[in-house]
Nanobody, 121 residues
Framework: QVQLAESGGGLVQAGGSLRLSCAAS????????MAWYRQAPGKQRELVAT???????NYADSVKGRFTISRDNAKNTVYLQMNSLKPEDTAVYYC???????????????WGQGTQVTVSS
């Protein structure tokens, strides 16, 4: 019904930058809040950043000032620009989107498959 396709992960040295993208496709009437989460080995999945349909954003304290979330509603795509990367940012990054299929104001949570980000020291 809905697919979230992530891209942009990879290996980068500490202090470097990466830009993640996540494009939603399929049976979509509207997309509400979109977000990025991450999960490091042996740790729980944690929220990194969220962005509302109107563009309001929030960040985890650990990434404030370094990461920027944005979205292109025309392309059903959310981005995460990651600057000044640290080894502790190493994790699998997942995008999340709340999607409605018809105009009934019901939104359902969908997840991407994850993309690996590795930051070397």
């Amino acid at each position: 019904q809905v697919q979230l396709a992530e891209s942009g992960g990879g290996l980068v040295q500490a202090g470097g930058s990466l830009r993640l993208s996540c494009a939603a496709s399929g049976r979509i009437f509207d997309i509400g809040t979109m977000a990025w989460y991450r999960q490091a080995p042996g740790k729980q999945r944690e929220l990194v950043a969220t962005i509302s349909s109107g563009g309001s954003s929030n960040y985890a304290d650990s990434v404030k000032g370094r990461f920027t979330i944005s979205r292109d509603n025309a392309k059903n795509t959310v981005y995460l620009q990651m600057n000044s990367l640290k080894p502790e940012d190493t994790a699998v990054y997942y995008c999340n989107a709340h999607i409605s299929y018809v105009s009934d104001n019901r939104y359902y949570s969908w997840w991407g498959q994850g993309t690996q980000v590795t930051v070397s020291s």
